[in-house]
């Protein structure tokens, strides 16, 4: 989704005998992360996770069929403290949190957007609470950047050892995003298409509540196409597919899903759940390689990143794994299956790299929520 505003934090130029101080390769930060439904804390040493935890308010949101924010809102402000204190202790249990910030933290990141602005509010609050009373800097993370760097988020021992490769494709898929960009360097991105209308996650979910899966449906929808072997049975059209533009649109797939099921009687319908749901995902992901393949003849560019809730399916995995090698070039996934969905650790990296680049808030209590933010202001 396009920005519509600029960020409103402050970069604070300092100067090189300063700068030496607060680039120290040493650096631990403590992450926070409440963008949508996961209160999430990580404390990272460059690439490597220390310690994370998450509390997930999916279950909360289930019996709504979505995310409600006012939900959120209130689990994240009743959970934040809790997992802060839980992070601090499996980083070292003999610390208490004052001995933790005062000996062991350099700086604190927190996601100031895009997400959910009243979710994204509980965070911010938090950083800037600890930020001022453990006199500590303050860096506020795009999102989307932490999705990025989940391909590169490293266990406690250093693994798994990726490299950059700049300039690389990216691909962010999840719930609320379906875009193509291109990493130029760290924290240079331009946006090369996106989707029209639903980010591919939701159309997964509509598709999923549609046929009674319950939400979220990705997940759902992934174990009954592997039932039919991924077979795609009723051929729905690929929107979008002969277009030059990197643009993706799902919402045309997703009326036709619903004729075709609305064509069905109850008992056909549940006995081609299976069949149904695997050629929606089908066409879903078909799509997002066909764009994947344009963007690598546009660019010449043949490394991929994906990041994002999407990225956890396998059959997508496969898809774009077998697009890459015939291109000879390379696909990375988030490593590690907490890295897919919405957590800390990708905070604490994607801020890593924004320290090093002097990317701290200048006016700690002027940072406010960006609630659409493009990965362009990052
Ligand atoms: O990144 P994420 O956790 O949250 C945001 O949307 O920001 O992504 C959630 C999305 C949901 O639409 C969910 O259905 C989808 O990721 N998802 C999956 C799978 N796991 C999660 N979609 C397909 N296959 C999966 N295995
Ligand atoms: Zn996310």
């Known amino acids: 989704m396009a920005c519509k505003k600029p960020p409103v934090y402050m970069v604070h130029p300092i100067t090189p005998s300063i700068r030496y101080t607060h680039m120290s390769t040493n650096q631990h930060i403590l992450a926070i992360d409440t963008s949508c439904d996961e209160t999430s804390v990580a404390i990272t040493h460059e690439r490597r996770v220390i ?3 998450e509390y997930s308010q999916v279950t909360a949101h289930q019996e709504w069929g979505g995310v409600v924010p006012s939900v959120a809102k209130r689990a994240h402000e009743e959970r934040i403290q809790w997992v802060i204190d839980q992070a601090i202790r499996r980083y070292d249990k003999t610390c208490t949190r004052d001995t933790f910030f005062a000996n062991h933290i350099n700086a604190i990141a927190v996601t100031y957007g895009p997400g959910l602005a009243i979710a994204l509010e509980v965070g911010i609050r938090t950083a800037k609470q600890l930020a001022h009373t453990y006199h500590k800097r303050l860096i506020a993370v795009n999102h989307m950047a932490g999705h990025v760097y989940s391909c590169f988020v490293q266990n406690s021992n250093g693994n798994p050892p990726r490299d950059y490769t700049f300039p690389s494709l990216v691909l962010l898929i999840s719930g609320g995003h379906t875009e193509i960009d291109i990493m130029h360097d760290h924290g240079t991105y331009t946006k090369l298409g996106e989707t ?10 509509k598709a999923a509540r ?5 939400y979220p449906g990705g997940a759902a929808m992934e174990a009954l196409a592997r039932q039919v072997n991924n ?15 990197l643009d993706l649109s799902f919402s045309g797939l997703k009326t036709k899903f619903l004729y075709t099921i609305q064509a069905m009687g109850d008992k056909e319908k549940n006995q081609s759940l299976n069949h149904l749901a695997s050629s929606y995902q089908e066409a879903v992901f078909d799509s997002v390689v066909t764009k994947i393949r344009t963007a690598i003849k546009q660019t010449g560019i043949t490394t991929l990143i994906v990041g994002g809730g999407v990225s956890a399916n396998i059959r997508l995995r496969t898809k774009l794994r ?6 000879q070039g390379t696909v990375l996934f988030p490593p590690y299956p907490y890295l897919t969905g919405d957590n800390a650790a990708m905070i604490g990296v994607a801020a890593h790299y924004q320290a090093q ?21 990052s």
């Open 357 to 377: 680049r002097n990317g701290y808030v200048d006016d700690v209590g002027s940072l406010d929520r960006v609630a659409r933010l493009s990965l362009a202001h």
């Open 51 to 53: 310690a994370h935890v």
């Open 231 to 245: 077979a795609d049975y009723y051929r729905f059209p690929r929107p979008m597919r002969s277009h030059d533009s």
């Open 322 to 327: 077998t697009l890459m090698r015939k291109q």
């Open 210 to 214: 549609l046929i009674g899966l319950g």
């Open 196 to 205: 029209r209308d639903d980010a591919a996650g939701e159309a997964l979910d």
